[in-house]
């Protein structure tokens, strides 16, 4: 009976997984199969097939590793991000990540080495957002990278890459995903407007809209 409550939150959450996948080329996040989802079900790691259109993905492609990277479900190769998946699972307490290639996003980190304070959201990923120096996709020097980058905080930017933020499910994942490149893009549309430059925020203020940000919602 157990394992058969297992077996259905694991189906649960693969079928989540796969509509957050989806939404990210719905949304214009990414182009085609760039960018990958995954989720942590106790020590098994859901994760988006490489090279396969999200759209074509059902039930029965389900794709899960263990920790260490062990492929422990289905047949389809895992993504190529699997390092970067991985090291956010091992080093915080992440239940869902989302990486994309955002167009804004990206963009900015190929300008600057940490997004400008231009709107109070950022306290939302828990401080200003860093940009991850380069590394060749794929690879455990690019999860090194972005996990200096993601140091007291829920996302960040990869350089000439894209965007990696993480959450507490994959509805938060997603969402820190798309306030990050509104942020992205933001900053760019102030900044291109000649001879003016955008106002920034303090760390201080920052920080108080942090704190607010901590009761802000529904309570039941």
Known sequence: MAEQRRDAERDRIWAELVGTARRTVADGLVVGTSGNVSA??????????????????????ITGVDLTG?????????????PMHL??????????VVHTHAVHATA?????????LVH???AALGGPVRVAPYATYGTDELAEHMLRALAGRSGCLLQ???????????????????QLEWMCRLW??????????????????????????????QRR
Do not use: C, I
């Open 160 to 178: 000439n890459h894209g965007t990696l933020t993480y959450g507490t499910g994959l509805d938060q994942a997603y969402d820190r995903t798309a």
């Open 188 to 217: 760019l549309t102030a900044s291109s407007v000649p001879g003016l430059t955008p106002s920034l925020l303090t760390e201080a203020q920052l920080a108080e809209v942090g704190e607010r940000l901590k009761g802000y919602g």
């Open 87 to 96: 090291a956010v699972y091992r080093a915080t307490d992440a239940r869902a």
């Open 108 to 116: 900015v980190s190929t300008l600057v080495p940490e997004l400008p």
């Open 70 to 82: 062990r492929q422990v479900l289905g047949t389809l190769v895992p993504t190529s991000e699997l």
């Open 40 to 61: 942590r079900v106790g020590d098994l790691v859901l994760v988006t097939p490489s090279g396969v259109p999200y759209d074509r993905l059902g039930p029965d492609d």
């Open 120 to 122: 109070y959201m950022a």
